[in-house]
């Protein structure tokens, strides 16, 4: 890959990101958009919807992940396959393709595809805060099932899903039919990452670990423990394959994070999730909507 910055494309995103630094507000499919400048990084953004913050992209350094969640998943990306080695993944759900870039910055000649189901936030992202031109990145606007399931089976090294809608994870997206089209996409040993979030008692949370242990029987779970312990709301990253997960490593890299999390799979994991039951498309519900604090 080229060095960033160093093609046309390269440039003129530079000189518009290089402008007067001050908020960005427009309307989008999914609300309110709002690109916010990161004041210690000279070309990082945060980008919020509905005053919640999404995703922090930095320019110039593609590869720093500022939200806790966001590091986690690339601990999960670093650990899927060798350093360097190009890999195959979807990204559902987009907000500022921060993952998408991160993969692109620390795996060249990767190839991804983004599903977002918010045309013009996919508009704005990519007039704001442009993708590397020289990066294999295809970003297509529709729904993350919808859109999945018009990718070819064993096609992904790496499902990562990322998908809120008004702060909530859609329902039609945590069910047990929508992870076998999941597993449908994923080669023999891929890997399916998702953001999820709950607060206490953690009933969504619970139910997610069991629906995906359906199809998946290797299981991690990656959260802040004061998340674990069901005092505040809060994501938690989950990790599935049908092969042995680096179990051990991932716990060291979350255990030493800036904000340090727990890992737990296995028994301690199955014990966690207490019997609750799977979810199907028929009793699928989204996610828990935030307490109005979170963000605040």
């Not at 080229?2 to 609300?31: C, F, H, N, T, W």
């Not at 990306?77 to 993969?103: E, K, S």
């Not at 999945?148 to 990322?162: E, F, N, P, S, T």
């Not at 969504?204 to 802040?224: K, M, N, S, V, W």
């Amino acid at each position: 890959m080229a060095r960033r910055g160093a093609s046309a494309g390269g440039a003129s995103a530079r000189k518009r990101s290089d402008r007067k630094r001050e908020p960005l507000v427009a309307e989008v499919d999914g609300g309110r958009a709002e690109l916010v400048p990161d004041r210690e990084r000279p070309r990082g953004w945060t980008l919020l919807l509905d005053d919640a913050p999404q995703s922090h992209v930095d320019l110039d350094d593609p590869s720093y992940l500022s939200f806790e969640y966001q590091r986690r998943i690339g601990h999960m990306i670093d650990l899927a396959a060798p350093a360097q080695q190009p890999l195959q993944v979807v990204h559902l759900g987009g907000g500022a393709f921060t993952l998408a870039r991160y993969v692109a910055a620390t795996r060249p000649r990767s190839t991804q595809q983004i599903v977002e189901v918010d045309a013009a936030l996919v508009q704005l992202v990519r007039r704001e805060l442009p993708l590397d031109p020289q990066a294999r990145i295809r970003v297509r606007s529709a729904d993350a099932r919808a859109g999945l399931g018009k990718i070819q089976d064993g096609w992904a090294d790496l499902v990562i899903a990322d998908v809120f809608s008004g702060a909530r994870t859609p329902a039609h997206l945590t069910s047990t039919e929508f992870l076998a089209e999941v597993r449908r996409v994923l080669k023999p040993g891929g890997q399916y990452v998702a953001n999820l979030a709950d607060g206490p008692p953690l009933t969504h949370l619970r139910g997610q670990i069991a629906t995906a242990a359906t199809l998946f029987p290797e299981l991690a779970l990656a959260a802040d423990p004061t998340v674990w312990r069901g005092r505040r709301f809060g994501n938690a990253v989950l990790l599935a394959s049908d092969l042995p997960l680096a179990v051990a490593e991932l716990t060291r890299r979350v255990a030493t994070d800036p904000h340090p999390g727990r890992v737990e799979h296995g028994r301690a994991l199955a014990d966690f999730t207490g019997g609750a039951a799977a979810v199907t498309d028929e009793g699928a519900k989204p996610s828990p909507a935030p307490p109005p604090s979170t963000f605040g």
